[in-house]
């Protein structure tokens, strides 16, 4: 039983700045990879920035420079800050996390629910 509880979306003028915030809580073993990706009206689910456990980092090309992925292992809790945000990064943001349920059982993916992030121009 794994949850993913997410916080921080809103409504922000374009250059503004926002940061989420998504826990993992329940019964597992640990928490792996962790991710963000966004799906915007009519679009498809994109990959927006990828952590590792050791705080490895990926990022979207169209969000480098601008996005910041970070970890707390010890609160099971990753975040996104984005700051210069555009009008074209309004969609819903989506947490993921690659747990391990057991010690010895295989990873599995998890989402949150979504967070609208809104930014008008």
């Known amino acids: 039983q794994v949850q993913l509880v997410e916080s921080g979306g809103g409504l922000v003028q374009a250059e503004g700045s926002l940061r989420l915030s998504c826990v993992a809580s329940?019964?597992?073993?640990?928490?792996?990879?962790m991710a963000w990706y966004r799906q915007a009206s009519g679009k498809q689910r994109e990959l927006v920035t990828r952590?590792?456990?050791?705080?490895?980092?990926n990022y979207a090309d169209s969000v480098k420079g601008r996005f910041t992925i970070s970890r707390d292992n010890a609160k099971n809790s990753v975040y996104l800050q984005m700051n210069s945000l555009k009008p074209e990064d309004t969609a819903v943001y989506y947490c993921n996390a690659n747990v391990l349920p057991t010690r010895f059982s295989r990873s599995i993916g998890v989402w949150g629910q979504g967070t609208l992030v809104t930014v008008s121009s």
């Open positions: 952590i590792t456990r050791g705080g490895t980092t």
């Open positions: 329940g019964s597992f073993f640990m928490v792996n990879d």
